[in-house]
C-alpha cells in the first residue's frame, strides 16, 4: 500500500525558515512526480511546487526563489525549503504522488509576523 507522511511543519517567524519532509512508503519517490500543496481555510488546495520524476521544478508565482524542493532518493523522501517565510505561507501542506493520485495527511504550517 503506497503512502505518504508529511513531518516538519509548526511555527516560524516572518523570515524564517521550515523544512517539510515527505516520506513514501510502498513506492519509489524518484519515479514519480511530486507535488506540494498549501490550504488555508476556506480555500481550495493550491499548488505550491512541482517536482517532475525527470525535470525542473516549478513553483508558484508566490514563493519563486523562496520555496525550493529537492529529494533525497536513499531516505525516499522530499523536500520542501521553505526560506524567507511570509505570515501567508500558512496553511495545512499535503505532498501528493501525482500519478497514483496519493496524497499525504497534511501538516499544519503558521508564520507569525
Known amino acids: 500500500q503506497v503512502q505518504l507522511v508529511e513531518s516538519g511543519g509548526g511555527s516560524a517567524q516572518a523570515g524564517g525558515s521550515l523544512r517539510l519532509s515527505c516520506e513514501a512508503s510502498?513506492?519509489?519517490?524518484?519515479?514519480?512526480?511530486l507535488e506540494w500543496y498549501r490550504q488555508t481555510p476556506g480555500s481550495q488546495r493550491e499548488l505550491v511546487a512541482r517536482m517532475p520524476s525527470n525535470g525542473r521544478a516549478t513553483y508558484h508565482d508566490s514563493v519563486q526563489g523562496r520555496f525550493f524542493v529537492f529529494g533525497d532518493n536513499t531516505k525516499n523522501k522530499m523536500y520542501l525549503q521553505m526560506d524567507k517565510m511570509k505570515p501567508e505561507d500558512k496553511g495545512v501542506y499535503y505532498c501528493?504522488?501525482?500519478?497514483?493520485?496519493?496524497w499525504g495527511q497534511g501538516i499544519q504550517v503558521t508564520v507569525s509576523s
Open positions: 510502498g513506492t519509489e519517490l524518484r519515479l514519480a512526480t
Open positions: 501528493k504522488d501525482t500519478e497514483r493520485l496519493i
